[in-house]
Nanobody, 120 residues
Framework: QVQLVESGGGLVQAGGSLRLSCAAS????????MGWYRQAPGKQRDLVAT??????NYADSVKGRFTISRDSAKNTMYLQMNSLKPEDTAVYYC???????????????WGQGTQVTVSS
């Protein structure tokens, strides 16, 4: 069993900051790639940022405001969100491509999501 658990969402005023965390646990052999996605009401789920090894990738809408990072020793990923805007309001989902024990096959896993609401 593998689990991704997000935390850190909440309500913040425009211009404020939040830090999301995603902790992976279970029969993990290796984590290949981790990322954050978000889904606003009535919209599709969109990529926010990914991290593979030390390489990061961001959606244009969050570049310069959000920072993705990872603590490999803790199997935990973070998303520091600064200068938040009302349009950042969404459910934020953690995603990870992992190889698990004993199959060693690579699968994509999702967390349950955490709500981020930015008021104007």
């Amino acid at each position: 069993q593998v689990q991704l658990v997000e935390s850190g969402g909440g309500l913040v005023q425009a211009g404020g900051s939040l830090r999301l965390s995603c902790a992976a646990s279970g029969s993990i052999f290796s984590i290949i790639r981790m990322g954050w996605y978000r889904q606003a009401p009535g919209k599709q789920r969109d990529l926010v940022a990914t991290i593979t090894g030390g390489i990061t990738n961001y959606a244009d809408s969050v570049k310069g405001r959000f920072t993705i990072s990872r603590d490999s020793a803790k199997n935990t990923m973070y998303l520091q969100m600064n200068s938040l805007k009302p349009e950042d309001t969404a459910v934020y989902y953690c995603n990870a491509n992992m190889r698990t024990i004993p199959t060693m096959k690579e699968y994509s896993y999702w967390g349950q999501g955490t709500q981020v609401t930015v008021s104007s």
